[in-house]
């Protein structure tokens, strides 16, 4: 796995982090990043895309570097910026064209489909494509292998707990994955898969429209993943919450009536003052949030550090203790098959870590 150097994470953070709404950056913190944007040399250059593309912010980070360099006559990493601006964009135009192909064919048959988490860091766009249905998997199958002669990609432990189908189509780079009713890392999230489709809304991206997650939905699929999943960040969340947030669109009491049904309240909170602080350590302002947020949260965004490409979460104790309470939610709701799907969780990490070390790849576990 390729590592970057703590500099190009400052960089790059710095580059992507929206400034907040009537707060301007001081002069000199933007004279600060350009001067280390024209010292970058080809290597390093190369490096800050690299991290880019990890974190899902090519887009906007080239474009903030653009937009620093545009008063300076400095044609060569202008040239360099726009060359890997234009692949970029070029990968995203090609890939939401197919994704705009499959959700029509699901229409088309009357299947309630939803894209999720990949749409969300636009003008961005993640690595595979995420949609979520509540057609029945035959179904889904039958589709993706008659309409684009797709096949499906292997099946791992945990894919198939959390009902979840990868698919590759020939002729598109991205893998598309497709969760059927059910969401969460064990596919223990019904509550939220349940009212996902109808909560969902219509917004316009690269010239289509789509049916996506609601913004809370969003959220606490963001936190699923983050919190209780992968235990890292990447940029593209803390940029993407960021801007929901400054531009009002968090209904923070109906999340957290939306959270506390899905058991995953305190994982939210958590989330929302791990972004807030990072913000506020990158462009010297936070999130504005409710009282009741930070109260809720287990930890802040001190407690989280880079390694590997992305920001990473502790698991013990801290991550260790929201799965506590999330099973502990889910039982006392009640809820035994999810609960034993849920219970499954550890098994199945400590299977994926003796995998990576045995062999190098957790494949066929997580």
């Not at 950056?25 to 600060?32: E, L």
């Not at 799965?323 to 889910?330: I, K, N």
Request: aromatic letters at 10%; a neutral charge.
């Amino acid at each position: 796995m390729q590592t970057h150097s703590h500099k190009s994470v400052k960089v790059l953070s710095r580059l992507v982090l929206p400034p907040r709404n009537g707060f301007v950056r001081p002069g000199s913190a933007r004279t600060d990043l350009k001067l280390e944007i024209l010292n970058l040399g080809r290597a390093e250059f190369d490096d800050l895309v690299a991290l880019a593309d990890s974190n899902h912010v090519v887009v906007r980070g080239l474009e903030a570097f653009l937009n620093l360099i545009r008063e300076e006559n400095d044609f060569t990493r202008k040239e360099w910026a726009e060359s890997a601006l234009q692949a970029e964009q070029a990968r995203i135009e090609a890939a939401v064209q197919y994704l705009r192909g499959i959700c029509d064919a699901f229409e088309q048959q009357s299947y309630k489909v939803a894209v999720i988490k990949s749409l969300d860091h636009w003008p961005d766009l993640g690595s595979d494509l995420d949609l979520f249905t509540d057609a029945n998997a035959e179904d889904v199958i039958y589709l993706m292998r008659q309409t684009f002669g797709a096949h499906i990609a292997p099946r791992s432990w945990g894919d198939r707990l959390a009902r979840k189908w990868n698919f590759m189509i020939p002729g598109l780079r991205e893998a598309v994955e497709i969760h059927v009713g059910r969401l969460g890392q064990t596919g223990e999230q019904v509550a939220i898969a349940h009212s996902l489709l109808d909560r969902a809304r219509r917004v316009s991206v690269g010239g289509h429209s789509f049916c996506t997650a609601s913004p809370s939905d969003r959220l606490m699929i963001s936190t699923l993943q983050r919190m209780y999943r992968h235990f890292y960040f990447r940029l593209c969340d803390i940029v993407d919450t960021t801007a929901l947030a400054d531009a009002g669109g968090i209904d923070y009491s109906h999340l957290r009536y939306s959270a506390r049904n899905a058991g995953i309240w305190e994982g939210v909170a958590t989330y929302l003052t791990i972004v807030s602080d990072y913000a506020e350590c990158y462009r010297g302002s936070g999130l504005d949030l409710p009282q009741f947020v930070l109260d809720a949260a287990r930890f802040g965004g001190t407690e989280i550090y880079y390694a590997k490409s992305f920001l990473r979460i502790p698991i013990m104790p801290q991550s260790a203790r929201l799965y506590g309470s999330q099973l502990a939610g889910v039982l006392g709701r009640g809820e035994l098959h999810n609960g034993a799907r849920l219970s499954l969780l550890p098994w199945l990490a400590t299977a994926a870590v003796v995998g990576q070390k045995l062999t190098g790849s957790d494949k066929g576990i997580w």
